[in-house]
Nanobody, 124 residues
Framework: VQLQASGGGLVQAGGSLRLSCAAS????????MGWFRQAPGKEREFVAI????????YYADSVEGRFTISRDNAKNTLYLQMNSLKPEDTAVYYC??????????????????WGQGTLVTVSS
């Protein structure tokens, strides 16, 4: 599967952005989909995952209550609605996919496919 992330940009603290990740292929519904982010000088970190069924979702503590992950399997698209953005949310955001089921969800090594990243900058 090929992934194309979009929707990043510059926003003031407290603002909102919606990221999208378009997936190629006809088996999008067979993949767990996740969002990760990487700030300058830091390791890539988990943000959120939505299981292939769409029924199970997990968030990083740092975004819980502010971000919402969703997917539209008919459109082969993953979303991340980001509200109440903070300067510490500034990072390149990546969407990721994996076909194999794992009980864990926050390790980048468990994901097989990655989008190219979209930059989110939150000004104070």
């Amino acid at each position: 599967v090929q992934l194309q992330a979009s929707g990043g940009g510059l926003v003031q603290a407290g603002g909102s952005l919606r990221l999208s990740c378009a997936a190629s292929g006809r088996t999008f519904s067979s993949y767990d989909m996740g969002w990760f982010r990487q700030a300058p000088g830091k390791e890539r970190e988990f943000v959120a995952i939505i299981r292939r069924s769409g029924g199970t979702i997990y968030y990083a503590d740092s975004v819980e209550g502010r971000f919402t992950i969703s997917r539209d399997n008919a459109k082969n698209t993953l979303y991340l609605q980001m509200n109440s953005l903070k300067p510490e949310d500034t990072a390149v955001y990546y969407c990721a996919a994996r076909r194999t089921y794992y009980s864990d969800y926050d390790r980048p090594q468990r994901y097989d496919y990655w989008g190219q990243g979209t930059l989110v900058t939150v000004s104070s």
